[in-house]
Nanobody
Framework: QLQLVESGGGLVQAGGSLRLSCAAN????????MAWFRQAPGKEREFVAA????????NYADSVKGRFTISRDNAKNTLNLQMNSLKPADTAIYYC??????????WGQGTQVTVSS
């Protein structure tokens, strides 16, 4: 089972960019689809983006399509999320998950992203 650690969160102004990373501990990283979810205060965790094991298939929530890009480096056991044109509505704790593209069963601890207006 993988262990996942997110990094790269922070405070940014609206219109700015951030790049999140998720480091995976485990040799089986390349076997798993990976995903990013987020949870805003008072709201349920929601899907953001996902990528299959090889990186050839990606999915995005409509709210981030065209602004966010998910990628992975299987040689480095790393998952990334490039976030551009950030909006205050993107403020949330961002979690990476492994196991499947829409229903991960292993989660990291999360990283806070705050977008100021």
């Amino acid at each position: 089972q993988l262990q996942l650690v997110e990094s790269g969160g922070g405070l940014v102004q609206a219109g700015g960019s951030l790049r999140l990373s998720c480091a995976a501990n485990g040799r089986a990283f390349s076997n798993y689809a990976m995903a990013w979810f987020r949870q805003a205060p008072g709201k349920e965790r929601e899907f953001v983006a996902a990528i299959n094991w090889s990186g050839t298939n990606t999915n995005y929530a409509d709210s981030v399509k065209g602004r966010f890009t998910i990628s992975r480096d299987n040689a480095k056991n790393t998952l990334n999320l490039q976030m551009n044109s950030l909006k205050p509505a993107d403020t949330a704790i961002y979690y990476c998950g492994s196991g499947s593209m829409r229903t991960p069963n292993v989660w990291g601890q999360g990283t806070q992203v705050t977008v100021s207006s």
